[in-house]
């Protein structure tokens, strides 16, 4: 091997045990691997950033742009508010909204599209007194099946294309992956809702008939106020009030700055102790009544007004791993004052959280109870990067604005399809024309944009150039054509497809795609046959992410609601993957011949 390619190997290996290690974020793994190939000279300094002014970022962005546009009108709501005629049944339940979300994730992000029907998913858990594990792998699941299907709809799709247009001269149109997608999406949705659905663990602890789901580690602080009635008493009398159904655990006391942990029964309690409190939401609510106690350190019911509070109320939420959150405390961000956004509890899936509530540290799936402002909670959690999961109710939907949104879309979508602009421009356009109709209200704008997908792309582009300007690529479709002497060219199309799906499990999908598409060209060449059946096995590898928690966000997004475990993922994951590596290859290989 050459200089350049060692170094670009052992970046690539670098980055991929820091996207493993998952405690550097992946955006900034990737800015330090493009430095590194950067700066060691095997690509140029004026190329480093040009993956900034790609077409194919730009296209993301603006994708993201719409999503959210559509999203803010209703448009989705529509097809949303239909699951209440599903009925009680879980095969009937997975099916209808595995195929919804794979609908939407077709033509728009597909965490946008998991947002939305989450806290419906969640919600007929409830109501059919089951587990929401049991719809919400599904969910997650079928938005990834659903990128498939179109250019728009995931990012690794527009690389592809983006790289093909570079490479070969032109680009894949709007419906080319339609035929491969499809098939996988069809057979995907069929095997979840009639087989995957009954291969995830059904745990007690998790049954969802209590309340939108099973959390058994919340903590709050609640204050003694001046006054209250519990001065000079002790905790065993708090508990007596309180009554014996209720379950609660008084995990700590502070006094004057002090700590002290389980503190007895017998304790006497002065004004302004703090205890640290173990419930669920509705036995903290019970506890807040019958006492009197309020929140700490600075309890809102002292800065507000009667007729204030009355506009607030309790939603339980979840932290995105992109959110601004993630890694920083309650107390550091002054979320109260900043985001008028107060968190009541925290809980955190196989962890039990004893440093109090405003220094805890969030990470990417905590599930968050919070006291927000009605008009506004949306919008809050937008902003925190943070997605409802409590009953929301579906906004009933302007008719206009439906009208607008989805209209201005679909002619987009027909303007791309006809080749009369590119994805890129058409895009831009439509995003900038739901901002001017006030879909997106401009301080969304930039929020809604998410940054580190937009800067792992970036960066992530010129280093897959550095593998093929260096020849790694190459070598490596060398390796491949060894293996390939063995086989025929279809088999190695399932072969690069299932090493680009087994990658993708532990490498950001959009990362994968861009490092497998030249490997993908290189290995047709010298096969001597048409690169697009191996371009194509990168798409449909790129979106089957299903082994692992950390192959793609959406897999994240549903871990702790869900109740699964790192492992739970492979025993539907698995069977999954098989399936769509032989529907996608037989599909593959009709649309696009060797």
């Not at 095997?42 to 480093?48: F, H, K, L, R, Y």
């Not at 106690?293 to 204030?308: F, I, V």
């Not at 088999?491 to 690069?496: E, F, G, T």
């Amino acid at each position: 091997m050459t200089r350049e390619q060692i170094i670009v190997f052992a970046v690539l290996g670098a980055a991929l045990v820091l996207f493993l290690w998952n405690r550097i974020r992946y955006d900034f793994v990737a800015l330090g691997a493009l430095l590194v190939v950067t700066l060691t000279g095997v690509i140029p300094a004026a190329q480093a950033f040009s993956g900034f002014g790609n077409p194919a970022v730009v296209t993301v962005a603006a994708v993201l742009l719409i999503s959210r546009g559509l999203l803010n009108a209703g448009v989705v709501d529509v097809m949303a508010r239909q699951l209440t005629r599903v009925g009680n049944r879980v095969w009937a339940q997975v099916a209808v909204l595995t195929s919804l979300v794979a609908i939407c994730s077709g033509f728009m992000n597909n965490t946008g599209a998991l947002a939305l029907f989450m806290p419906v998913a969640i919600w007929m858990s409830r109501q059919s007194d089951r587990s929401p594990g049991l719809l919400l792998m599904p969910l997650s699941f079928g938005s990834l099946l659903g990128g498939s299907l179109t250019l728009i709809g995931t990012p690794p799709n527009i690389l592809v294309s983006t790289y093909r247009q570079t490479a070969l001269g032109a680009g894949y149109k709007m419906f080319d992956f339609l035929p491969a997608g499809l098939a996988i999406t069809v057979a995907g949705v069929a095997f979840i809702s009639l087989i995957g659905w009954r291969l995830i663990p059904h745990r007690k602890d998790n049954s969802g008939s209590q309340d939108l789901f099973e959390v058994n580690a919340y903590l709050t602080e609640l204050r003694l106020p001046e006054g209250s009635k519990f001065v000079g008493q002790t905790l065993q009398d708090i508990t007596d009030k309180v009554g014996g159904d209720a379950e609660f655990l008084v995990l700590a006391l502070y006094r004057d700055g002090k700590r002290s942990n389980m503190p007895k029964p017998y304790t006497v309690l002065r004004e302004l102790d703090i205890l640290l409190i173990e419930a669920d939401a509705d036995n903290i609510k019970k506890f807040m009544d019958v006492t009197g106690l309020e929140l700490a350190p600075d309890a809102e019911s002292r800065e507000r007004t009667e007729e204030d509070r009355r506009d607030l109320k309790l939603m339980e939420a979840i932290v995105t791993p992109a959110s601004m959150l993630v890694g920083q405390s309650a107390n550091r961000l002054s979320l109260r004052d900043n985001h008028h956004v107060n968190v009541l509890a925290i809980a955190r899936e196989g962890m039990r959280l004893r440093q109090r509530v405003d220094q805890i540290r969030f990470a990417g799936g905590d599930i968050l109870l919070l006291q927000v402002h009605e008009d506004t909670a949306l919008t809050d959690l937008n902003e925190l990067g943070c997605l409802p999961l409590a009953s929301r109710g579906l906004r009933i939907g302007q008719g206009r604005k439906v009208l607008l949104a989805a209209g201005s879309f679909a002619l987009v979508i027909a303007l791309i399809a006809a080749n009369l602009v590119s994805a890129a421009v058409g895009m831009t356009a439509c995003a900038l024309a739901m901002i001017s109709m006030g879909l997106i209200p401009l301080r969304e704008v930039y929020e809604t944009i998410e940054m580190p997908v937009l800067v792992l792309l970036a960066a992530m582009l010129p280093v897959g150039m550095a593998l093929e300007s260096s020849g790694g690529s190459k070598l490596l479709a060398d390796l491949l054509l060894q293996l390939g002497r063995e086989f025929s060219p279809a088999v190695m199309v399932a072969v690069l497809m299932a090493g680009v799906m087994l990658l993708g499990n532990v490498l950001n999908h959009s990362a994968t795609a861009i490092l497998a598409a030249p490997v993908a060209v290189g290995l047709a060449t010298g096969l001597h046959v048409s690169p697009d059946p191996f371009l194509m096995a990168v798409v449909i590898g790129s979106s089957c992410p299903f082994l692992t928690p950390i192959g793609h966000q959406c897999n994240t997004l549903v871990m702790s609601p869900g109740g699964y475990k790192f492992g739970d993922y492979w025993k539907m994951g698995l069977p999954l993957s098989a399936l769509c590596l032989a529907c996608g290859t037989a599909a593959i290989l009709w649309v696009w011949p060797l």
